[in-house]
């Protein structure tokens, strides 16, 4: 427990489980078998996720019958972890103007903190900012502090701005005056 950081009451979290489980594995099986028992931990966890790839062209099929000409794009939001076959997990994914997010990853329960709403509206802000803006094809900001930004987890989600930096918002701006030229 100690090598891999963990608490004895940390092994009521699934996370610490499975850290814990894949160490003791690596010392009793061969590599080859040890990548294939990851691989299948793996497949099996995306089965309980949803392919953000097929939400994007359900929401797509779905909204193209009655597009309204006023609306730049369209974002499915879901409670349930997403992935893509390139991605294990992801906070939001987009296919040209129409984008899905999931707020899984941004839940106390999740990140095993305590409740805290104003932290989930502001983490969840976030992220439609970053989808919102892919609707309308600005691509993504490298600004660390933008909230466009990438995060690689969530610290790095919760250090970013609520705001998109002044070269998004340029960008944006720009955007809509195109849209509304259209
Ligand atoms: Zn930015």
Same mark, same amino acid.
């Given at each position: 427990?100690?090598?891999?950081?963990?608490?004895?009451? /940390?092994?009521?979290?699934?996370? *610490?489980?499975?850290?814990?489980?894949?160490?003791?594995?690596?010392?009793?099986?061969?590599?080859?078998?040890?990548?294939?028992?990851?691989?299948?931990?793996?497949?099996?966890?995306?089965?309980?996720?949803?392919?953000?790839?097929?939400?994007? $062209?359900?929401?797509?099929?779905? *909204?193209?019958? *009655?597009?309204?000409?006023?609306?730049?794009?369209?974002?499915?939001? $879901?409670?349930?972890?997403?992935? $893509? /076959?390139?991605?294990?997990?992801?906070?939001?994914?987009?296919?040209?103007?129409?984008?899905?997010? /999931?707020? =899984?990853?941004?839940?106390?329960?999740?990140?095993?903190?305590?409740?805290?709403?104003?932290?989930?509206? #502001?983490?969840?802000?976030?992220?439609?900012?970053?989808?919102?803006?892919? *609707?309308?094809?600005?691509?993504?900001? $490298?600004?660390?502090?933008?909230?466009?930004?990438?995060?690689?987890?969530?610290?790095? =989600?919760?250090?970013?701005?609520?705001?998109?930096? /002044? #070269?998004?918002?340029?960008?944006? #701006?720009?955007?809509?005056? #195109?849209?509304?030229?259209?």
């Amino acid at each position: 427990m100690r090598e891999i950081q963990a608490q004895n009451k /940390s092994v009521a979290d699934y996370k *610490t489980r499975k850290k814990y489980v894949l160490y003791v594995l690596k010392r009793s099986i061969s590599d080859q078998e040890w990548q294939e028992f990851n691989n299948l931990v793996e497949k099996l966890e995306q089965e309980g996720q949803y392919d953000a790839d097929r939400l994007t $062209t359900t929401l797509d099929k779905k *909204t193209s019958k *009655t597009h309204d000409p006023n609306v730049a794009g369209y974002i499915g939001i $879901t409670e349930q972890d997403i992935y $893509t /076959s390139d991605y294990n997990f992801l906070y939001g994914w987009h296919f040209y103007n129409i984008g899905v997010m /999931s707020y =899984h990853r941004f839940t106390a329960e999740f990140n095993d903190e305590q409740q805290n709403r104003p932290r989930l509206r #502001e983490r969840f802000a976030k992220q439609l900012i970053s989808s919102a803006f892919h *609707t309308f094809d600005i691509p993504r900001c $490298t600004s660390p502090l933008c909230a466009r930004a990438y995060p690689n987890d969530i610290e790095e =989600h919760d250090r970013k701005k609520l705001d998109p930096c /002044s #070269e998004c918002r340029k960008q944006l #701006e720009q955007k809509i005056r #195109e849209y509304q030229h259209d």
